[in-house]
């Protein structure tokens, strides 16, 4: 079964400060892997995406995550926070053969950048 | 940008009573979804759906929960006899017609559904 582990609850960081939101996935074979961000009554807005290739992936607004196979992780990070990045940030995956299947969310990491 | 839309943004209903959740997904999309996000817990599917029949449903969606796609535009999702722990924020969301899980699913602002 596929599943994905945010670990904090809450993270807060100082504007300018570089940010990093865990994660970490289970999941049969290779992973599809995503991350979405919600911002206050909004729905979830697609941010990022590893497929193959190069384990840095780049994605909206500045952010990237880096995926790592041999740790099961794939951590957001950003050089430097804005106040704009506070947000519910939220981590997901695909297993490699499932079609149009479903994501798999993570619980969700609340940021808060602080001016 | 498209964006999928989704009605009402909050829904307040007694207990037992049917409600209708409404989506209009992304225009050229043709894999439809609902999610659903209790206060405080992760988001989990509910239901997939194609060429107007059900893809995969979870234990979640069990018979009191339906889906329809009754127009060609709009996407529901219809509750027959809510229950308190039926409160939740439901979300829609759409991809794209060509099967592979590397489409991203584009989401819906939510339908807040309070059971009273």
């Known amino acids: 079964a596929q599943s994905v582990a945010q670990p904090e609850d809450q993270v807060n960081v100082a504007e300018g400060n570089p940010l990093t939101v865990k994660c970490t996935y289970s999941?049969?074979?290779?992973?599809?892997l995503f991350w979405y961000v919600q911002y206050p009554n909004r729905g979830l807005q697609f941010l990022l995406k590893?497929?193959?290739?190069?384990?840095l992936v780049k994605g909206s607004y500045g952010f990237e995550a880096e995926f790592n196979k041999s740790q099961t992780s794939f951590h957001l990070k950003k050089p430097s926070a804005l106040v704009s990045d506070s947000a519910l940030y939220f981590c997901?995956?695909?297993?490699?053969?499932?079609?149009?299947?479903?994501?798999?969310f993570g619980k969700g990491t609340r940021l808060s950048v602080i001016a | 940008e498209p964006e999928v839309t989704q009605t009402p943004s909050h829904q307040v209903t007694q207990m037992g009573q049917e409600v209708i959740l409404r989506c209009v997904p992304i225009?050229?999309?043709?894999?439809f979804y609902w999610y659903r996000q209790i206060l405080g817990q992760k988001v989990e599917f509910l239901v997939s759906?194609?060429?107007?029949?059900?893809?995969?449903k979870s234990e979640i969606f069990d018979d009191q929960f339906s889906v329809e796609r009754p127009d060609g535009s709009n996407f529901t999702l219809k509750i027959r006899s809510t229950k308190l722990e039926d409160s939740a924020m439901y979300f829609c969301?759409?991809?794209?017609?060509?099967?592979?899980?590397?489409?991203?699913?584009?989401f819906g602002p939510g339908t807040r559904l309070t059971v009273l």
């Open positions: 997901a995956v695909r297993g490699l053969n499932s079609g149009n299947t479903p994501l798999v």
């Open positions: 999941v049969s074979g290779n992973p599809y």
């Open positions: 969301a759409s991809s794209v017609d060509r099967a592979g899980p590397h489409n991203e699913q584009f």
């Open positions: 590893y497929i193959t290739g190069d384990n």
């Open positions: 759906f194609y060429n107007n029949e059900i893809s995969e």
């Open positions: 225009s050229n999309h043709l894999y």
